[in-house]
């Protein structure tokens, strides 16, 4: 019996959906996960983090992207690119901007994989467009695209609801403020510069962007509503929701939001015929990440004994028979092996189309590592929002909002450095 450490901020998720599957297949192998909570020291820095992982001996680390460089750049990842030409792994058999984006974040090496990963595209109501003769939605669309497609619908349904050519977030998601900001940045605008932490919201590209979205909103072709109410049960999710209710004929959202449509075809409470496209990776600052996200890496302690045995762990999380499986479940984010989409009109088959630009999901990690980069968002999102009625009244012009804006957080940044966030 061979027994190698793993680990995981959530050791039980872990084994179930990692572990577990692996020993089946090797039962001779024993997995022990150990969460880096436990450690009496904060590992909210690589160094600690390095710290920990040496103390404790862990064979497979579960890390954020943002820490593969400082974590490669002391030791402790082993190259995966000797490995992959020796057994001659199908590398290619990967989501491609997922692996581009950890060997940018590696200078060119690659140092860990990872499973699964999260974006955004366009969902959109096929029934809806048929019926009011609009052209059905397209991969490579720009934004512009989009909303003029949006402008070509609106009124009500039967029973007096307001019908919406797009809508942002869907489900338990946040306020049109918060999901147009993150749309925003999905397409490369940036709210500061992170080396200067220098505010960049007072700028043509977040004024275009934000007069179009306010512009939509107040001409009713944009939803504006308030999100449904989290903890609810998921029937009134659909019922409350402009998409799942077929009130709108486009949303733009993640890969969960694919959770709840099947859920509300399961129920039939969704029944319009519906498809999902991939937008251009082309913003108006240069390349964008379209909102792909890897949430963590696995890559192998070099200072392991169980070296060998981390690297069959990583091939099998990265193979064909794991992304079947984990593309089968209800949760969990999208299996980064592209044969979890078995055929072209597979709804999924959208997310592996999407192009991404590696340094934008690289940074985008290591921005969200910083307390700072949050107190920010979160200003943002919170004076938006108070002023959300006079932008849609016209009381209030964007590029006033936007300038009021800046000063608010250049004051906020200048108080000083944030804490770094925990992995």
Do not use: C
């Amino acid at each position: 019996m061979h027994t190698f450490r793993g680990t995981s901020s959530v050791k039980s998720w872990l084994f179930v959906r990692y572990g577990d599957p692996f020993i089946i297949r090797y039962p001779y192998v024993g997995f022990e996960t150990m969460g880096s909570e436990v450690s009496p020291e904060p590992v909210n820095t690589p160094e600690a983090y390095a710290r920990w992982a040496r103390e404790n001996q862990i064979d497979l680390l579960r890390i954020p992207l943002a820490f593969v460089d400082d974590l490669a750049r002391e030791g402790l990842l082993v190259p995966l690119d000797p490995l992959i030409e020796r057994d001659q792994f199908a590398l290619d058999d990967l989501y491609e901007p997922v692996v581009r984006a950890i060997r940018e974040a590696g200078a060119g090496e690659l140092y860990g994989l990872a499973p699964e990963f999260n974006a955004h595209v366009l969902y959109y109501n096929k029934t809806m467009f048929e019926q009011n003769q609009v052209p059905l939605p397209h991969d490579g669309m720009t934004w512009d695209d989009v909303l003029l497609a949006a402008s070509r619908f609106s009124g009500q349904t039967p029973d007096g609801k307001p019908v919406y050519g797009l809508a942002f977030g869907g489900g338990w998601r946040g306020t049109l403020p918060r999901v147009a900001l993150e749309a925003g940045l999905n397409q490369g605008l940036r709210l500061a510069i992170p080396d200067s932490r220098t505010p960049t919201l007072d700028t043509p590209a977040w004024n275009a962007w934000l007069e179009a979205v306010i512009a939509g909103a107040g001409q009713g072709w944009i939803s504006a509503e308030e999100p449904s109410l989290v903890g609810g049960f998921i029937q009134d999710l659909i019922r409350e929701d402009a998409f799942l209710s077929g009130r709108s004929a486009m949303l733009y959202s993640d890969y969960w939001m694919l959770h709840f449509i099947r859920e509300a075809n399961r129920l039939s409470q969704f029944t319009d015929e519906w498809g999902a496209v991939a937008l251009s990776s082309q913003g108006p600052s240069g390349g964008a990440d379209n909102g792909v996200s890897v949430s963590y890496v696995f890559a192998i302690n070099a200072e392991s004994p169980h070296r060998d045995l981390a690297w069959e762990w990583l091939k099998f999380v990265h193979g064909q028979d794991f992304a079947l499986r984990a593309g089968q479940q209800g949760f969990g984010d999208l299996p980064s092996h592209l044969s979890a989409v078995n055929r072209e009109d597979d709804p999924k088959a959208a997310f592996y189309r999407l192009d991404a630009d590696p340094s934008a999901i690289v940074l985008r990690s290591e921005l969200q590592r910083e307390d700072w980069y949050w107190n920010l968002f979160f200003l943002v999102v919170s004076e938006v929002e108070q002023r959300l009625p006079d932008l849609l009244s016209g009381d209030l012009s964007v590029a006033d909002m936007l300038a009021g804006l800046q000063q608010s957080a250049e004051a906020l940044l200048a108080t000083g450095p944030g804490e770094a966030v925990a992995p």
